[in-house]
């Protein structure tokens, strides 16, 4: 076997509350060690890791400090997790995918092997997601500031009313309507909660802003996709609440939530503004490998086709060299091979994960 750097450092986070992430956890951790690659783990995980070969570091912002690259396996949900470790260390996330519908992820258990091979043999590309920064003020006093790679969303925080919302584009009001929130997205949040909106499917290499109503009583409040360089707002106006006793109405707030893990309380006359991160959050992109037991490295376009199980049935593609599922050049020619094999990828995982 071929030697490596004896100094290169991964961090792994895993889905612990899973035995099946555990279990690909504990693979992975024994295929990087044998390989003489330093890989760290979280405190709150090391335990149930069981692996005494690892170095067990603090959750904490600089636990991604120093290494090449952060490793997960998990569902979106655990990748979202781990970016937040990854980001400020400027280091990219590759996934290994267990939940059931997630875009983010790079490979599946069963490519385990060649993603190993890939991360050891540094075969691999990094590519830039936009991320969103979001700041929250009163009164024009600031009180929160984040950041979100997926979307931030701004809800109502009673379900007994609508929330009362004015919108605004680069410093514009665009609109003002009752609703029961909006969904402020990147493109890599477009496949996430603004997709169950209602919103767009947008490539993750295109460059913009999404704004997507939630149940909105207006006839303008439609989703919107915005320049990069824009600025969008919200206003909370608030939502009326009949009191108990049925006396004056009560005005109740809004809460705002960041890849569904960040939350700050919107009281009334809050106003949330977003606009493109100046921090990237990184993917590890292997290369592509296809074959009965692997396959990563699918484009976008396959993920799609793949995870809702799209009709394809009858594409010929163009001749020469065409895409199947996985994202493989093969030879298509007019007997129609290239569109066999991929009706026949859709139909064999039609709830398959990317």
């Known amino acids: 076997m071929t030697s490596y750097d004896a100094d290169r450092i991964m961090l792994l986070v895993a889905h612990t509350g899973r035995p099946t992430a555990i279990r690909v956890a504990r693979a992975l951790l024994e295929k990087l060690i044998a390989a003489g690659i330093t890989v760290r783990v979280l405190e709150s995980e090391a335990a149930d890791l069981g692996c005494s070969a690892a170095i067990v570091v603090p959750v904490s912002t600089s636990a991604a400090t120093g290494t090449e690259m952060v490793l997960v396996v998990g569902g979106d949900g655990t990748l979202l997790r781990a970016a ?171 809460v705002l939530w960041c890849d569904g893990r960040r939350m700050v309380e919107l009281p009334p006359g809050s106003r949330v503004e977003v606009r493109r991160g100046t921090h990237p959050v990184l993917l590890a992109r292997p290369p592509v490998v296809t074959g009965a037991e692997a396959r990563i490295g699918a484009t976008f376009t396959d993920r799609l086709v793949v995870k809702f199980g799209l009709p394809v049935a009858g594409w010929r593609g163009k001749t020469g060299r065409v895409p199947d599922t996985a994202g493989a050049a093969t030879d298509g020619t007019a007997d129609g091979t290239s569109t066999e094999a991929m009706a026949h990828a859709a139909d064999e995982e039609p709830g398959g994960h990317a």
Not at 183 to 189: C, D, L, Q, Y
Not at 220 to 249: H, R, T, Y
């Open 84 to 254: 937040e470790l990854a980001r400020p260390a400027g280091v990219p996330l590759l996934g290994v995918n267990l939940g059931h519908v997630g875009f983010l992820a790079e490979a599946e258990p069963e490519d385990l092997s060649a993603a190993v091979a890939s991360v050891v043999d540094r075969e691999y590309a990094v590519e830039q997601r936009m991320t969103i920064e979001i700041d929250v003020r009163i009164n024009g006093s600031p009180i929160s500031t984040t950041w979100a790679l997926n979307e931030a969303s701004v809800e109502k925080a009673a379900r007994e009313r609508m929330l009362d919302l004015v919108i605004e584009v680069d410093g514009r009001p665009l609109s003002r309507f009752g609703c029961d929130g909006v969904v402020f997205a990147t493109p890599t949040g477009s496949t996430a909660y603004a997709f169950s909106a209602g919103g767009p499917v947008v490539w993750p290499d295109v460059e913009a802003l999404l704004l997507v109503p939630i149940s909105a009583h207006a006839l303008f409040a439609k989703p919107m996709v915005v320049s990069p360089n824009s600025v969008l707002a919200a206003e909370v106006i608030g939502a009326e609440l009949v009191a108990a006793d049925g006396s004056q109405p009560e005005t109740a707030g809004a």
